[in-house]
């Protein structure tokens, strides 16, 4: 049974930092591309960052220099490390797993809510 579980988030003042982490089981983690994506309030979900068995990756141009996406293979997991954060980040963060080879093979989290706010 593949399990992503995200955790870290929560209430973050305006310029402050977060450090997303999934915790992913029941899949062949190396052969996964790992994403992060966010759905605010009233709004579709949408990419913010990627990242390959690789390391490559892949940002949303809205959270470039802020934020940054990192993989430890070895835990099978995936982080997201955001800084400067602004009040429009606010919203839940979502782990994605997508395999490499088959598209189809796509897994998601339940998500950990980010509320940046003064």
């Known amino acids: 049974q593949v399990q992503l579980v995200e955790s870290g988030g929560g209430l973050v003042q305006p310029g402050g930092s977060l450090r997303l982490s999934c915790a992913a089981s029941?899949?062949?983690?190396?052969?996964?591309?790992m994403g992060w994506y966010r759905q605010a309030q009233g709004t579709e979900r949408e990419l913010v960052a990627t990242?390959?068995?690789?390391?490559?990756?892949n940002y949303a141009d809205f959270v470039k220099g802020r934020f940054t996406i990192s993989r430890d293979n070895a835990k099978n997991t995936v982080y997201l490390q955001m800084n400067n954060l602004i009040p429009e980040d606010t919203a839940e963060y979502y782990c994605?797993?997508?395999?490499?080879?088959?598209?189809?093979?796509?897994?998601w989290g339940k998500g950990t809510p980010v509320t940046v706010s003064s």
């Open positions: 994605n797993a997508k395999h490499s080879s088959f598209g189809a093979m796509e897994y």
């Open positions: 029941g899949v062949i983690f190396r052969r996964y591309v």
């Open positions: 990242i390959t068995d690789g390391g490559s990756t």
